[in-house]
């Protein structure tokens, strides 16, 4: 199986940037799908992006369109977050997610390894 850790959250004022990383362990990398979600407080586990293994493949979510990037680097074994223009609404945990294989999916049940989150602040 694979770990992952995530870093990089923060208090941030509204219309500044953030980046997050995904560190994985324990497999090889470059053989996941990797997820971004995020949960705010009394909300469920938001999708906010994916990307496939090569990186060939990404997919946002409208509500981050634009504004975010993913990204990976599988010769560091860590996937990325940045997050530019970001507003009050994006407050919330920041989890990464990572699934065998080279498809990506939007729905949390569907990955089978997480991160423990980090908490992102967005400040108006």
């Known amino acids: 199986q694979v770990q992952l850790v995530e870093s990089g959250g923060g208090l941030v004022q509204a219309g500044g940037s953030l980046r997050l990383s995904c560190a994985a362990s324990g497999r090889t990398f470059s053989n996941y799908a990797m997820g971004w979600f995020r949960q705010a407080p009394g909300n469920g586990r938001e999708f906010v992006g994916a990307i496939s293994w090569s990186g060939g493949r990404i997919y946002y979510a409208d509500s981050v369109k634009g504004r975010f990037t993913i990204s990976r680097d599988n010769a560091k074994n860590t996937g990325y977050l940045q997050m530019n223009s970001l507003k009050p609404e994006d407050t919330a945990v920041y989890y990464c997610?990572?699934?065998?294989?080279?498809?990506?999916?939007?729905?949390?049940?569907?990955?089978?390894?997480w991160g423990q989150g980090t908490q992102v602040t967005v400040s108006s």
């Open positions: 997610a990572a699934n065998p294989g080279n498809n990506y999916y939007t729905i949390p049940h569907d990955y089978n390894y």
